[in-house]
T-cell receptor, first 112, second 114 residues
Framework: SQQGEEDPQALSIQEGENATMNCSYK?????LQWYRQNSGRGLVHLIL?????REKHSGRLRVTLDTSKKSSSLLITASRAADTASYFC????????????FGTGTRLTIIP | EAGVAQSPRYKIIEKRQSVAFWCNPI?????LYWYQQILGQGPKLLIQ????????DSQLPKDRFSAERLKGVDSTLKIQPAKLEDSAVYLC????????????FGPGTRLTVT
């Protein structure tokens, strides 16, 4: 079963704008990760935020985590055409085996 | 460093036939995962190995799916016999112990069952 649900399912923005996508999950977690998947490719790890962290930055990416609301957001600033991809959140739910459970994904399209 | 290798990249078979996928993880990565990704959905874990032992296979349809990682390095995933609903991308990933489970994915094998 899917642990996370991304919102929105699809998002189209103009190049240069910021893109925000959200992830909600159901159980307590060790950490939450965001992955990108370009069409026809495998997933690429973007950023990991631990359960005791509230915000993390990596280049043009900003991730927030609210464990009280069981939600996370991924912000991509100054979007580029190359950011067009699907974005998935994945939770490590503290079962002791480091198993990740992926959400349903947000399909992001950057319009040049 | 070389990434996770998978083969074949594409496979088309008829239902009730058998198919096998191969994965070679990043050198030194103890943990290996097989995922099934149906079109429009996120990856679903089928099986997780740590070295050559199974950690989690709770979502593996064991009546038709099998996987092995005999020497704790590369792995094969087999489907026998295939069903139409097995059409999906099969992703292999690996991770190194102690790195908070950041996973590295291969390009996947796209399976079409007709």
């Amino acid at each position: 079963s899917q642990q996370g649900e991304e919102d929105p399912q699809a998002l189209s923005i103009q190049e240069g704008e910021n893109a925000t996508m959200n992830c909600s999950y159901k159980t307590s977690i060790n950490n939450l990760q965001w992955y990108r998947q370009n069409s026809g490719r495998g997933l690429v790890h973007l950023i990991l935020i631990r359960s005791n962290e509230r915000e993390k930055h990596s280049g043009r990416l900003r991730v927030t985590l609210d464990t009280s609301k069981k939600s996370s957001s991924l912000l991509i600033t100054a979007s580029r055409a190359a950011d067009t991809a699907s974005y998935f959140c994945a939770t490590d739910a503290n079962f002791g085996n480091e198993k990740l459970t992926f959400g349903t994904g947000t399909r992001l399209t950057i319009i040049p | 460093e070389a990434g996770v290798a998978q083969s074949p990249r594409y496979k088309i078979i008829e239902k009730r036939q058998s198919v096998a996928f191969w994965c070679n993880p990043i050198s030194g990565h103890a943990t290996l995962y097989w995922y099934q990704q149906i079109l429009g959905q996120g990856p679903k874990l089928l099986i997780q190995f740590q070295n050559n032992g199974v950690v989690d296979d709770s979502q593996l349809p064991k009546d038709r799916f099998s996987a092995e990682r005999l020497k704790g390095v590369d792995s094969t995933l087999k489907i026998q016999p295939a069903k139409l609903e097995d059409s999906a991308v099969y992703l292999c990933a690996s991770s190194s112990l102690g790195l908070a489970n950041e996973q590295y994915f291969g390009p996947g094998t796209r399976l079409t069952v007709t």
